[in-house]
């Protein structure tokens, strides 16, 4: 069977995407592996009437939304490889089956790559956060530690300042505070530790401090953390797409991808982190798919 469009990934711009090419009278399969990258998280929040709801239970309504439509196949599987053919692209399935599809919508998000801190994955997702945006509310007027491992962490330092004012920002050593942004830390009363991290302390998910390989100790009962983003799935270097300059598949304002027939939504092309924002892009990549379909046929 030729497929119209293969949607690969089962976050919320996959879901989404699939929905209005299904209602769109496409035939469109759903590629969904379960690996979603806020796995360890208890509530998803910022998506208006999905506020503090469970990712499983999110995937669960969305699930009730697909299978009204008889024009949407699910296929809960990992996708290994994408090849172009002549006139189709060839999905090959974890379990050696392969299907074809006219066009791609690339769904498959991002990895968050966490500093190498014993301890940290303890209370990543229940007491350390990535995103202010997401769980600011949460941590609000609470000692917070913000761990700046990686570059460019003094953006987010002050974006953290929004929900509380009592933050100590730890470099664990590297040079991801520039002498300028320390000043003007300092100015703002957000100290500096320099110290290298020996570990994270606490129990129950719940962090209560900070132990340095000097022996100091920093007492904290949440924070964020910098992280490094890379793709989820190796599709994009395969199929040669263009990079966005920053670790994203470039696309055009209505999610295509440098190559015909592969478009792209969500992290995975470099969209704010949010699911609602995730579930827009999808959308626009499906009404694109639609779009270019009827140009052509018309």
């Known amino acids: 069977m030729?497929?119209?469009c293969a949607v690969i990934g089962g976050g919320p711009a996959g879901l989404n995407a699939s929905l209005i090419l299904g209602r769109g009278r496409k035939k469109v399969i759903l590629f969904d592996d379960d690996t979603p990258r806020n796995s360890i998280?208890?509530?998803s929040h910022n998506f208006i009437t999905r506020d503090g709801i469970h990712p499983t239970a999110f995937k669960k309504a969305a699930y009730e939304d697909l299978n009204k439509y008889p024009t949407i196949s699910v296929e809960r599987n990992?996708?290994?490889?994408?090849?172009?053919?002549?006139?189709?692209?060839?999905?090959?399935?974890?379990?050696?089956?392969?299907?074809?599809?006219q066009r791609i919508i690339?769904?498959?998000?991002?990895?968050?790559?966490?500093?190498?801190?014993?301890?940290?994955?303890?209370?990543?997702?229940?007491?350390?956060?990535?995103?202010?945006y997401c769980d600011g509310w949460e941590l609000k007027e609470l000692p917070l530690v913000y761990i700046a491992a990686y570059p460019h962490a003094f953006n987010s330092v002050k974006m953290v300042s929004n929900w509380s004012k009592d933050i100590v920002v730890c470099t664990n050593g590297k040079d991801s505070i520039s002498p300028e942004e320390k000043a003007v830390l300092a100015q703002k009363n957000i100290p500096v530790v320099e110290d290298e991290i020996l570990r994270l302390q606490g129990e129950g998910g719940q962090l209560k401090s900070i132990q340095f390989k000097n022996g100091k100790e920093l007492r904290r009962e949440?924070?964020?953390?910098?992280?490094?983003?890379?793709?989820?799935?190796?599709?994009?270097?395969?199929?040669?797409l263009e990079s966005n300059g920053a670790g994203g598949i470039r696309i055009d304002p209505y999610g295509r991808t440098s190559r015909k027939g592969v478009y792209a939504?969500?992290?995975?092309?470099?969209?704010?982190?949010?699911?609602?924002?995730?579930?827009?892009?999808?959308?626009?990549?499906?009404?694109?798919?639609?779009?270019?379909?009827?140009?052509?046929?018309?």
Not at 108 to 131: A, H, M, N, R, V
Not at 266 to 286: F, M, R, T
Request: glycine share 12%; proline share 4%; charged share 15%.
């Open 265 to 298: 939504a969500g992290d995975n092309a470099g969209g704010l982190p949010q699911q609602i924002v995730a579930a827009a892009e999808g959308s626009k990549a499906a009404i694109s798919v639609l779009s270019d379909y009827v140009a052509e046929n018309f």
């Open 106 to 132: 690339l769904a498959t998000g991002l990895k968050d790559i966490l500093p190498e801190i014993e301890g940290i994955q303890q209370f990543y997702g229940t007491s350390l956060f990535g995103c202010p």
């Open 2 to 4: 030729l497929y119209d």
């Open 78 to 101: 990992q996708v290994v490889d994408i090849v172009q053919t002549a006139s189709y692209f060839q999905i090959q399935t974890g379990r050696g089956q392969v299907f074809d599809a």
């Open 41 to 43: 998280t208890q509530e």
């Open 222 to 240: 949440a924070g964020f953390i910098s992280y490094k983003l890379q793709q989820a799935a190796p599709f994009a270097g395969r199929l040669g």
